[in-house]
């Protein structure tokens, strides 16, 4: 599997067991059009069951710049609605319009393969959303976040609210999507965003060592946990997920190796 998709700049490669997803117009800072959404959203498709994780970077000196801005003009881009054209659309139109759109950024999580992003410079609005939409975050020395939708009159709406309430609780996305401030490499990592800051050169190695345990483990029961851990609570709702899952994979383990009874 190799492809690459001219007008949405994303390439998507197999290298083994491992999906390659890769940002790819550094001339634009890698900014986002409702193309690129649509390409990213198509990427489930082509992860079959031997896929044991994807891997989501991007050329160049940032990661995302976020949207294109040419999408807040009466112009918008070539061959594609202007948001500011939304505001004459009725409810449901709008309403179908961002659905689509956040179809490229709510799989990340639901699907079995662990997902990890490599953000290096910029991840601005659509692109810090697109870096937290994966399982795990790994910036580089010079990474900085941000949402800046705010400032445009906007909110962020790709899926990016949760997974940073997740990360690093109310008050603090509070603060930093009101304000619209950057979240450098070091900060990310204290807050929880990031999982380690590591140095743009050494991230191959680090992507071969962190799955290295994941490709080996049995796949379902890699699935099996990223369920379990999504929307983790206490109590007994949660130990019953517990429950059911680990009765799924003893079944699972019986079948593959057979029951003594």
Partial sequence: M????????????????????????????????????????????LLTSDIRAVVLQAEGVSFSAGLDRRMLTPEGVPGEESLLSLAGYDAPDMDRFIRQAQAAFTWWRTVPQLTIALVQGH????????ALACDVMVVADDAKLAMRETSLG?????AG??????RVGYSRALEICARGRFVESDEAVALGIALARIPQDDW???????????????????????????????????LARE??????????LGRLFGSST
């Fill in 243 to 252: 429950r059911a899952a680990q009765m799924r994979r003893i079944g699972a």
């Fill in 204 to 238: 191959p190695a680090f992507v071969e060592e962190f799955l290295e345990p994941v490709v080996a483990a049995l796949p379902d029961a890699v699935a099996e946990l990223k369920a379990l851990l999504s929307g983790a609570t206490t109590g007994e709702d949660q």
């Fill in 154 to 158: 906007l909110v962020p709406d790709l």
């Fill in 2 to 45: 190799a492809e690459y998709g001219e007008q949405d700049h994303v390439r998507i490669e197999q290298r083994e067991q491992v999906v390659h997803v890769t940002l790819c117009n550094p001339q634009a800072r890698n900014a986002q059009t409702p193309a690129t959404w649509r390409r990213l959203a198509s990427v489930p498709e």
């Fill in 123 to 130: 991840a601005i609005g659509a692109g810090f959303q697109l």
């Fill in 161 to 166: 609210t949760g997974p940073l309430v997740d």
